[in-house]
């Protein structure tokens, strides 16, 4: 192996004595100095079950790390639970910390000049923030995702972090009894892992596995199971032989990796959070990526499936029933993976599917095979029109009524929006509009889950149309648009949409539109004003002044 990054730089110039002392403080030794130095970015806290069993990961990751041949350092990376945080100001300050993630990582590789890092994460902006860091510093490098968590159980029924939101919808509208309530509330959450559906986190881990950025399986491991750390000291390994090879990150996320990462989302019905997350991804890989691109993709790409939120099962599950390796081989027997893209793991997509079958097993229903997909095109759709000219993402899949026209009823915050739902004051027919939630005028694009769940559990979902230039959990479904661009804030037209306008999304014709004339819109804007800054210091004011549009990712280093 080559002199590593760490050792040239402390054996050159006047710096070598103070610095190598340092690291003989932290244990160092003589040979130390010519192993290559492995960061651990350690995203383990108390805040959320996602992240309360990371600890024995990076434990883990640190043993196959010096098992290898390696010297391990760990630092640290915060975490905001999306679920916790969920109809709180807390909220903003989920995408927020995509951006601190990713800067945690790129400034403690670059600023150690760490010769390799590994990410182990589990919440849902863990996995992109990650992702970006190690993008950006691009030294060789692995994601080791947190795990699933394991359902609950209540009455026979699996439980998960949406059920509760649903049934406060459902408790509120008398449709279940305050016994029924409690005992989901206490039992949806039954340990350690990340939210079990194919919601932000699943998605994402799912796609990192597919972008050939983590091991085969590991993306859909449950946290509390021994594989998960078996695959943790695993990535260690293999990352080291990344060192050696000079194999980093970059020439790795390509944007033929980009589509396969993308047909897996399709494919698995994964989160509209995904397409935000790519765009951002891209945009640290330096990777040629745009929003309409994700339209391209879901025309070839079936649904092929049956997984919660709008499904019937969680990844548990399908894990079991072959995992990402058997997804992704369905693809590519069918034309729609690109088998030659290089992986972490030094071999290619197809070498590392070579032994996964060629079609799903009989036993299983979660998966299914490319001629009886559970629906022919993806389920993501970008919808365009005076409303958004920019683009908007949309759940299309499995609406009886894929085209809705109806009053516009506006809220310029999520929480009045909420208050209207719970008072029974909206009723089927409805567009919902809540605005001034982008990345700037939060800030930071909070999720609408607890609005959406409780149009769910009042039977609503299918009935009453929600359009946002905020974001959605990956636990929603329904007849939902969010990430709407430009977003209110910045002069989009979502700002001048007023009480009782019509409006119509149409899925068919991938358009959302303001029914009302230019001329009217002309003079709405000549008397528009945009609202003061909310926040004017601190992380949520700096986020807001440099954030780039939903579109392009809501990142915060685009000056081009």
Known sequence: MSINRRSRNITEGVARAPNRSMYYALGYEEGDFKKPMIGVANAHSTITPCNSGLQKLADAAVAGIEEAGGNAQVFGTPTISDGMAMGTEGMKYSLVSREVIADCVETCVQGQWMDGVLVVGGCDKNMPGGMMGMLRANVPAIYVYGGTILPGHYKGRDLNIVSVFEAVGEFSAGRMNEEDF?????????????????????????????????????????????????SAKESARVLIEAVKADLKPRDIVTRKAIENAVAVIMATGGSTNAVLHFLAIAHAAQVEWGIDDFERMRTRVPVLCDLKPSGQYLAVDLHQAGGIPQVMKILLKAGLMHGDCMTITGK??????????????????????????????????ILKGNLSPEGCVAKITGLKNPVMTGPARVFDDEQSALAAIMARHIVPGDVMVLRYLGPKGAPGMPEMLAPTSALIGQGLGETVGLVTDGRFSGGTWGMVVGHVSPEAYAGGNIALVREGDSITIDAHTLSLQLNVSDEELARRRAVWKAPAPRYTRGVLAKFAMNASSASSGAVLDKFD
């Open 182 to 230: 409690c005992q989901i509330e206490r039992r949806a959450i039954p340990g350690s892992g990340s939210c079990g559906g194919m919601y932000t986190a699943n998605t994402m881990s799912s796609a990192f596995e597919a972008l050939g950025m983590s091991l085969p399986y590991s993306s859909t491991m449950a946290n509390p199971h021994d594989e998960k750390v078996a």
């Open 348 to 381: 290619t997509v197809a070498e590392n599917l070579a032994d996964v079958p060629d079609a799903p097993r009989a036993d299983q229903d979660v998966i299914r095979p490319i001629d009886d997909p559970m629906y022919e095109q993806g389920h993501l759709a």
